[in-house]
């Protein structure tokens, strides 16, 4: 027993001598690799269940993914409409046309207004003839009713609501003005629509971020009662606990990554598909808007976020069910 | 190496599966522990292994006592152990080769090291040309090999076996033991649970000897 006290440093130098080894670089970086292809190669050799997997994960990234990229698109749509949302200034009745000009001038000078247009009355009620089918009708008229309009178009800073009320104050304080409206009311109800859709989109995220993790830690669960005998060994033989439960880890990062491409897959198969006929409805409009598919930083994201989602429902799994399985 | 001081283990329910056991094994000795099944000899190897924990006394391994030892610590000290079982617990999916680098795996070492040690311990019990074999196309005796060459691969302070020789026959089972022996002339303690005494009574080594929990025979001076 006199060996006791000297013997007693030795579990230190011995875990020294580990703590050197597992931080050698080399050995540090050649075993994460191995252990992340041997999970990748235990996935490739059962590929049928891996893939179903992968696609139900797929499914769960794709449709928030989707459904965000249809809401981009959309309001890049309303977007371009945003910048003709314009102002309407009805001029009083007896406002002469070099007055209405002389306005016209002044007016486009002013820093708030990107441009500004004059439509004088026989314009208006030629359009007005035209688009209403009345125009016969209209010659019966003795005398024009409409008066002259501005139709302005703010500058890009003036667009917000606000700024854009205070304009129409200025317009409505000239005496020449006998109404001046806004005609940005629809786009701002657009606006406040679409928040709500991304409100819900964010909802649905997270409820599918949710399911991802738990079909990872549920499919990882599995994996771990398959590999019980394999464990107990390990353990048996000095494995870490981290040693054990590294190989799951990445079996749950692989999951994810699988899953993020095939559901990169999905949603531009997806846009495949509804290009044509929005671009058809687009050419009705006569515009040529076209749906813009992934990005690539949302690709980036996708990849991240299947990654950050398999690691961590497998963390779930091997938290609840790895410490559970210790040799009798 | 291995001390056990006033060591009692009863499990729940109150079966006393050991009873104040005392004995102690010098580093580099070799020693077998005999009795009836269900005298306590797979309790006291799981004690050593730090799969079960004594409920009374003092366990010492290898200068370190390991009674009340936090569970981080635990794969550190099975590192210095190597386990052959009767069932020996062999990985089916995987090769020979695969099964016997497992504990070099586990504790780290670099690749061309793994390579190297694995088919020295092959080469030492006359596996080498099965490294690529996976166990199940193996003879039973065999199998015990690769179990046995996945135990000393690591060079462990200490062998444990459990029944090593429990399915073969008596030809195979004296190999076995050989093969023991030839690991403890290099140093390495080596501790063997069996029943097979007319096999044991031929081999030239102390006996821990359990009855009912207690040792039966005072091994002090043997060991």
């Known amino acids: 027993m006199s060996r006791g006290r000297k013997n007693r440093r030795q579990p230190q130098h011995h875990w020294q001598d580990n703590l050197r080894r597992l931080l050698s670089p080399g050995t540090f970086v050649q075993r994460h690799a191995q252990v992340a292809l041997d999970s990748l190669g235990r996935l490739y050799r059962n590929w049928i269940p891996t893939v179903m997997t992968a696609a139900v994960i797929a499914i769960a990234l794709a ?12 309001e890049r749509l309303s977007g371009s409409w945003e910048g003709q949302a314009s102002m309407s200034i009805f001029l009083k009745q007896d406002i002469t046309d070099t007055r209405a000009q002389a306005l016209l001038a002044q007016v486009e000078e002013w820093p708030e207004i990107e441009s500004v247009q004059l439509i004088t009355p026989s314009q208006a009620l030629e359009e007005f003839g035209r688009q209403s089918g009345f125009a016969d009708v209209l010659g019966v008229l003795e005398e ?21 009320g205070t304009l129409r104050d200025r317009f409505s304080g000239l005496p020449e003005t006998e109404l001046a409206q806004l005609d940005l009311q629809w786009v701002q109800r657009l606006a406040a629509i679409l928040d709500i859709a991304h409100r819900v989109i964010l909802i649905i995220s997270v409820l599918l971020a949710l399911a991802v993790m738990l079909v990872v830690g549920n499919t990882i669960r599995l994996e771990i009662q398959n590999r019980r005998e394999e464990i107990l060994v390990t353990k048996l033989i000095g494995a870490t606990n981290g040693f054990v439960r590294r190989p799951f880890l990445y079996g749950g990062i692989w999951y994810g990554v699988l899953g993020a491409l095939i559901a990169w897959g999905v949603v531009e198969a997806g846009f495949w598909l509804l290009s044509e006929p929005v671009s058809r409805l687009a050419g009705l409009y006569r515009s040529d808007f076209s749906l813009e598919t992934l990005p690539v930083q949302l690709l980036g994201i996708l990849l991240a976020g299947g990654t950050l989602l398999g690691l961590l429902g497998s963390w779930l799994a091997v938290g609840r069910h790895l410490d559970a399985i210790e040799p009798s | 190496m291995i001390r056990f001081t006033h060591v009692s283990k009863r499990y729940p329910g109150g079966f006393e599966a050991l009873s104040n056991i005392n004995f102690h094994m010098e580093k580099g000795a070799m020693a077998f522990l005999t009795g009836h099944s269900g005298a306590g000899k797979s309790t006291l190897l799981k004690l050593v292994a730090l799969i079960e924990y004594a409920t009374r006394g003092q366990v010492i391994l290898d200068g370190e006592n390991v009674t009340g030892i936090s569970k981080r610590r635990i794969p550190y000290i099975r ?16 090769t020979v ?6 504990p070099l795996i586990i504790a780290g070492y670099r690749h061309q090291d793994i390579g190297r040690r694995v088919r020295a311990a092959l080469d030492k019990l006359g596996l080498l040309s099965k490294e690529r074999l996976y166990p199940v196309t193996l003879s039973g005796g065999e199998q015990q ?27 195979l089972s004296r190999e076995i033991m050989s093969l023991f022996s030839l690991f403890n002339d290099v140093g390495v303690s080596v501790l063997i649970a069996s029943h097979d005494i007319p096999l044991i009574e031929t081999l030239e080594y102390p006996v821990l000897s359990l009855d009912q929990g207690r ?9």
């Open chain 1, 63 to 74: 449709m928030p993914c989707g459904l965000y990229l249809l809401l981009g698109n959309l």
């Open chain 2, 215 to 223: 040792l039966a025979h005072d091994v002090s001076g043997a060991a």
């Open chain 2, 97 to 102: 080769f695969d099964n016997v680098a497992l």
């Open chain 2, 145 to 171: 090999r690769v179990g046995i060459a996945r135990a000393v691969v690591n060079k462990p302070m200490l062998l444990l076996a459990d029944e090593p020789t429990g399915n073969l026959d008596p030809d």
């Open chain 1, 144 to 164: 024009n009713p409409l008066p002259y309009v501005l139709i302005v178009l703010p500058a890009g800073e003036y667009i917000d609501p606000v700024a854009a």
């Open chain 2, 79 to 94: 590192r210095k152990i190597g386990f052959i079982f009767q069932e020996h617990h062999l990985l089916f999916d995987r």
